[in-house]
């Protein structure tokens, strides 16, 4: 129980760092992915993918530096379903989650202030729900990227898979990019209820808002456990998976 409470890790000095990092990885996370949706002619809209890559690589990006202090997780989803597995404590997820919302809400308004006017008339980043899909299809939608995405950042961080060394940041990245191919047209692809409560909190725009934080946090709690229960590897499994 006190570990997965983890009142004695909250209490470190350590801990601030790792907030930190949360913070300014929203916040580059929100920028730099939001600064790829924006139409720079009226006639030319950014395409699938190119937003797909741009989130994508952002995500690999910062999972290369800022991983090693905090793990990362730059996504309320991310740390739900870590907590659910067992790999992040509940005051460690709560302090997460906020970190994440502010940052996120900070780099939508730092990028809403760099735009020209007429770039940042409308909303910028903002995920919305194509007109002919009803919420339930967006939630469902929203799920099943999202569990694609957290049971690919438990397979790839996980201690005891020795073939993932080095390349967690680019299965992450690559994953985003796919699931964004494939959900962009239909939800606009939150995945990270964070990166989508940030252009809503600055435009003032929270319709079907509620969509990008059920589906993607019931996405990643179930791939939580879904890994726990079923997927984590022993180590004799991983030796035995790779014999060919």
């Given at each position: 129980?006190?570990?997965?409470?983890?009142?004695?890790?909250?209490?470190?000095?350590?801990?601030?760092?790792?907030?930190?990092?949360?913070?300014?990885?929203?916040?580059?996370?929100?920028?730099?992915?939001?600064?790829?949706?924006?139409?720079?002619?009226?006639?030319?809209?950014?395409?699938?993918?190119?937003?797909?890559?741009?989130?994508?690589l952002a995500v690999a990006s910062l999972a290369q530096v800022l991983g090693p202090i905090s793990g990362c997780h730059v996504n309320p989803a991310v740390s739900i379903g870590l907590l659910v597995s067992g790999n992040c404590s509940f005051l460690k997820t709560v302090s997460y989650v906020i970190c994440q919302c502010c940052g996120a809400i900070a780099g939508s308004a730092v990028l809403k202030q760099l735009l020209p006017g007429k770039q940042s008339a409308g909303p910028v980043g903002l995920t919305a729900l194509h007109p002919e899909v009803t919420a339930g299809q967006g939630v469902t939608v929203e799920i099943i990227i999202t569990f694609l995405l957290v049971l690919?950042?438990?397979?790839?961080?996980?201690?005891?898979?020795?073939?993932?060394?080095?390349?967690?940041?680019?299965?992450?990245?690559?994953?985003?990019?796919?699931?964004?191919?494939?959900?962009?047209?239909?939800?606009?692809?939150?995945?990270?209820?964070?990166?989508?409560?940030?252009?809503?909190?600055?435009?003032?725009?929270?319709?079907?808002?509620?969509?990008?934080?059920?589906?993607?946090?019931?996405?990643?709690?179930?791939?939580?456990?879904?890994?726990?229960?079923?997927?984590?590897?022993?180590?004799?499994d991983d030796e035995a998976s790779y014999d060919f």
């Open positions: 129980m006190k570990e997965f409470v983890g009142l004695e890790e909250i209490t470190k000095l350590d801990f601030l760092v790792m907030l930190f990092a949360e913070i300014l990885g929203t916040f580059l996370l929100v920028i730099i992915g939001c600064a790829s949706c924006v139409s720079w002619t009226s006639t030319e809209s950014p395409n699938v993918l190119h937003i797909a890559f741009t989130f994508g690919v950042v438990h397979a790839v961080t996980d201690p005891k898979r020795t073939d993932a060394k080095g390349w967690a940041p680019l299965a992450i990245g690559l994953t985003i990019s796919v699931a964004h191919m494939a959900a962009v047209p239909i939800t606009g692809s939150s995945m990270n209820p964070a990166r989508s409560l940030g252009p809503a909190v600055v435009d003032y725009k929270y319709n079907n808002l509620w969509i990008y934080w059920v589906g993607p946090l019931i996405g990643g709690a179930v791939a939580g456990c879904v890994y726990r229960m079923g997927l984590k590897p022993s180590k004799e």
